[in-house]
């Protein structure tokens, strides 16, 4: 079998290569002591970490909304939250959204692309 490899199939594997490799590189984590951990009055889980930008909105116990995680995982999370910060233990949260890291996320706001807690380590 004889496979000929054109300048245009080329240029199509880079950009298929290059828009799989961004998406990729669009996960990122956080980790380290949570430093502040609360709920707000909508029901949003608010964490901070040491190594992070104060006060991320991580997803909601009373419904969805725009956030990847359904309520009952999100209880969960608070409590793997609590379990962490009571021991004075770090944790990783894991994100998909494009354009921030730990250090440029917004305070305050809502980190829409959050999908998984590890920890207590």
């Not at 956080?30 to 430093?35: A, F, M």
Request: with cysteine; charged share 15%.
């Amino acid at each position: 079998m004889n496979i000929s490899v054109t300048k245009t199939s080329k240029k199509m594997l880079f950009a298929v290569l290059l828009t799989y490799s961004s998406h990729v590189f669009a996960n990122y984590s956080c980790n380290g002591l949570v430093t502040y951990l609360g709920l707000d009055g909508g029901g949003d889980v608010v964490v901070s970490l040491e190594n992070s930008r104060d006060h991320d909105k991580i997803c909601n116990i009373n419904n969805q909304g725009g956030y990847l995680t359904v309520p009952a995982a999100c209880k969960a999370i608070y409590a793997t939250l609590l379990a962490a910060k009571l021991s004075a233990r770090a944790i990783t949260i894991y994100y998909n959204e494009d354009g921030y890291r730990c250090s440029t996320h917004p305070a305050w706001a809502a980190s829409n692309g959050m999908y998984f807690v590890e920890g207590p380590i």
